[in-house]
């Protein structure tokens, strides 16, 4: 089977990944290949242990990572079943690549600059060592600390809460979610649409009293409209009842010059009906106002100019009026409407080539709120069930994503699980390496509660990559506990606990470059990405070292 996947909006991100993660290889080989050389061991043991021990945890490390991304494409959006192959893939042959150039680069140094590594004294006793003996010696104060913590981030696992609006993932002052809330303040429904299909004008009109009887429906758009209802019998009515009478009516031809005192005196005799109006509002009111208004202007005008400019007036005036009476009894012999003879624009715009008829329905209530969204989506799906349209997509597209990256977290975790267990065979061991991911996943949300940030669609993908990298991490660190002989020495002091910082602060500013976009939703991902992988980091330098030390002194 040929697997054909491309860079979308989603697998995009993995350049990201690949540069945050990628690199951590590296860094675990080159830090353990200066701890072996400052031993005193020549280039090919130094390079020999490197591999055997560190590439162990690199390898795990690699397989777990590529676990989290692979279990997404058993999911059903195909964006994240291509992200997940993408960056499955990719993390594997950046450690391939680590493993097979890297210490031959390594050799390469070695040969042209030779550096100098400074043999460490037996059991050094820096300040650095000191200072971790010290701080570990308090390993059940650490423990009860760092569970504390959980404990009270737990809490913030039942109100997390899930911001499904596009619209706060957008630049703020883009004109396009300007315009989209200025539309949902002001006619209180959304410029989303969903779309219907019909074979006929007349299930169109079916549908489309269906749909007005719905209390989620704002408003209907279909070529409908533009065809009156009951066409035969209303023609039948005007060329009965109404031609015969429109027919009789005329407008004389005035031959008579205009005469300004004959208007005057017109307009005395309707103003004394209408005394006793002026106070009032309505419309006599009104016509009593606008002819004291004429009497006043008409004073200070010459006669002949008022009667020459109301002459003027007069005659346009008529034939405005003649060209209206004419179009009244041009409609007196009415035609049926019918479709053929609509704008060709508009009939594009509502029926297809394949003769299909589009009916569009705007929502009357915010679709960007989910439940209110859900009922639009049932009410559309009661009156046909295959409806479509921008909005639906948008519904569909999001509950996808949203339960890919749930599932696809769930399917990782399991099949991380199950993978370590094989390795290492030991329920704690697999306890110890799962510890930085799940107490600094529980850490992460924690202060997301209390920072007001929330989980969206942009930084969904936070689930997958806080796995691989807090077993990575975990890894790292039980691993080179169960290779070093004395089980009471602190291995953060070891090249890998620094390695393991260092890859971790490398993958923070990797991820973290992404908070300088404009765009919310990329700033958002970078930020929850950093605060996870933060969070993740201390659990390993904290809690995990301090539970391996309770664990030596039980024996």
Same mark, same amino acid.
Request: proline share 3%; with cysteine; glycine share 6%.
């Given at each position: 089977?040929?697997?054909?996947?491309?860079?979308?909006?989603?697998?995009?991100?993995?350049?990201?990944?690949?540069?945050?993660?990628?690199?951590?290889?590296?860094?675990?080989?080159?830090?353990?290949?200066?701890?072996?050389?400052?031993?005193?061991?020549?280039?090919?043991?130094?390079?020999?242990?490197?591999?055997?021990?560190?590439?162990?945890?690199?390898?795990?490390?690699?397989?777990?990572?590529?676990?989290?991304?692979?279990?997404?494409?058993?999911?059903?959006?195909?964006?994240?079943?291509?992200?997940?192959?993408?960056?499955?893939?990719?993390?594997?042959?950046?450690?391939?690549?680590?493993?097979?150039?890297?210490?031959?680069?390594?050799?390469?140094?070695?040969?042209?600059?030779?550096?100098?590594?400074?043999?460490?004294?037996?059991?050094?006793?820096?300040?650095?060592?000191?200072?971790?003996?010290?701080?570990?010696?308090?390993?059940?104060? +650490?423990?009860?600390?760092?569970?504390?913590?959980?404990?009270?981030?737990?809490?913030?696992?039942?109100?997390?809460?899930?911001?499904?609006?596009?619209?706060?993932?957008?630049?703020?002052?883009?004109?396009?979610?300007?315009?989209?809330? %200025?539309?949902?303040?002001?006619?209180?429904?959304?410029?989303?649409?969903?779309?219907?299909?019909?074979?006929?004008?007349?299930?169109? %009109?079916?549908?489309?009293?269906?749909?007005?009887?719905?209390?989620? +429906?704002?408003?209907?758009?279909?070529?409908?409209?533009?065809?009156?209802?009951?066409?035969?019998?209303?023609?039948?009515?005007?060329?009965?009842?109404?031609?015969?009478?429109?027919?009789?009516?005329?407008?004389?031809?005035?031959?008579?010059?205009?005469?300004?005192?004959?208007?005057?005196?017109?307009?005395?005799?309707?103003?004394?009906?209408?005394?006793?109006?002026?106070?009032?509002?309505?419309?006599?009111?009104?016509?009593?106002?606008?002819?004291?208004?004429?009497?006043?202007?008409?004073?200070?005008?010459?006669?002949?100019?008022?009667?020459?400019?109301?002459?003027?007036?007069?005659?346009?005036?008529?034939?405005?009026?003649?060209?209206?009476?004419?179009?009244?009894?041009?409609?007196?012999?009415?035609?049926?409407?019918?479709?053929?003879?609509?704008?060709?624009?508009?009939?594009?715009?509502?029926?297809?080539?394949?003769?299909?008829?589009?009916?569009?329905?705007?929502?009357?209530?915010?679709?960007?709120?989910?439940?209110?969204?859900? %009922?639009?989506?049932?009410?559309?799906?009661?009156?046909?069930?295959?409806?479509?349209?921008?909005?639906?997509?948008?519904?569909?597209?999001?509950?996808?994503?949203?339960?890919?990256?749930?599932?696809?977290? +769930?399917?990782?975790?399991?099949?991380?699980?199950?993978?370590?267990?094989?390795?290492?065979?030991?329920?704690?061991?697999?306890?110890?390496?799962?510890?930085?991911?799940?107490?600094?996943?529980?850490?992460?949300?924690? +202060?997301?509660?209390?920072?007001?940030?929330?989980?969206?669609?942009?930084?969904?993908?936070?689930?997958?990559?806080?796995?691989?990298?807090?077993?990575?991490?975990?890894?790292?660190?039980?691993?080179?506990? %169960?290779?070093?002989?004395?089980?009471?020495?602190?291995?953060?002091?070891?090249?890998?606990?620094?390695?393991?910082?260092?890859?971790?602060?490398?993958?923070?500013?990797?991820?973290?470059?992404?908070?300088?976009?404009?765009?919310?939703?990329?700033?958002?991902?970078?930020?929850?990405?950093?605060?996870?992988?933060?969070?993740?980091?201390?659990?390993?330098?904290?809690?995990?070292?301090?539970?391996?030390?309770?664990?030596?002194?039980?024996?």
């Amino acid at each position: 089977m040929c697997i054909r996947d491309s860079l979308n909006i989603l697998s995009v991100v993995f350049t990201t990944i690949l540069i945050g993660l990628g690199i951590d290889f590296g860094i675990h080989i080159l830090e353990r290949y200066k701890e072996e050389r400052k031993e005193g061991d020549d280039i090919s043991t130094a390079l020999q242990k490197t591999l055997q021990g560190t590439g162990q945890g690199n390898f795990s490390g690699a397989i777990t990572t590529a676990m989290a991304f692979g279990a997404m494409v058993l999911t059903d959006f195909i964006g994240i079943v291509e992200l997940g192959w993408i960056a499955g893939w990719g993390i594997l042959f950046c450690m391939i690549a680590m493993v097979l150039l890297l210490p031959a680069l390594v050799i390469l140094e070695e040969k042209w600059r030779k550096p100098v590594y400074t043999k460490s004294v037996e059991k050094p006793i820096t300040p650095s060592i000191s200072w971790l003996d010290r701080f570990f010696s308090h390993y059940k104060l +650490i423990i009860t600390a760092c569970c504390f913590l959980v404990l009270v981030s737990s809490l913030a696992l039942r109100t997390a809460y899930f911001d499904y609006n596009l619209l706060n993932l957008q630049t703020k002052g883009t004109e396009a979610v300007k315009y989209e809330m %200025r539309i949902l303040e002001n006619a209180g429904r959304s410029a989303w649409s969903a779309a219907m299909l019909a074979d006929t004008l007349e299930e169109v %009109r079916q549908k489309e009293t269906q749909l007005k009887t719905l209390p989620t +429906i704002e408003n209907v758009e279909s070529i409908a409209a533009m065809v009156p209802k009951h066409q035969e019998e209303n023609l039948q009515y005007v060329r009965e009842n109404l031609s015969p009478l429109l027919s009789e009516l005329y407008v004389e031809e005035e031959d008579e010059s205009f005469s300004l005192k004959a208007l005057t005196k017109t307009l005395k005799r309707i103003r004394f009906k209408l005394q006793g109006r002026e106070g009032k509002e309505d419309k006599v009111a009104q016509a009593a106002r606008e002819i004291d208004k004429f009497f006043k202007e008409v004073v200070s005008v010459e006669e002949y100019l008022a009667e020459a400019q109301l002459q003027e007036f007069s005659e346009e005036l008529f034939v405005d009026y003649r060209g209206l009476m004419a179009d009244l009894k041009k409609n007196a012999e009415p035609k049926l409407v019918e479709i053929s003879k609509i704008p060709k624009s508009l009939r594009d715009r509502y029926i297809s080539k394949q003769g299909k008829y589009l009916i569009t329905i705007f929502p009357s209530v915010d679709i960007w709120n989910l439940d209110e969204r859900n %009922r639009y989506l049932k009410d559309l799906r009661s009156v046909d069930a295959n409806v479509t349209g921008s909005s639906v997509h948008m519904f569909n597209s999001t509950r996808l994503m949203t339960e890919g990256y749930i599932n696809g977290g +769930i399917y990782a975790m399991t099949a991380i699980i199950i993978y370590v267990f094989i390795v290492f065979r030991n329920p704690r061991t697999v306890f110890f390496i799962l510890l930085p991911v799940i107490a600094g996943s529980i850490w992460t949300v924690g +202060i997301m509660e209390l920072t007001g940030l929330k989980l969206n669609m942009a930084n969904l993908v936070i689930l997958p990559l806080i796995l691989g990298i807090g077993v990575v991490n975990g890894i790292h660190i039980t691993h080179r506990y %169960r290779e070093e002989k004395d089980k009471n020495s602190v291995v953060l002091g070891k090249s890998t606990g620094q390695a393991v910082i260092l890859s971790s602060l490398t993958t923070m500013i990797g991820f973290g470059s992404m908070m300088v976009a404009d765009h919310y939703g990329v700033f958002s991902l970078g930020l929850v990405l950093t605060l996870g992988v933060f969070c993740c980091l201390v659990a390993s330098i904290t809690f995990l070292p301090a539970l391996l030390k309770l664990s030596a002194a039980k024996g």
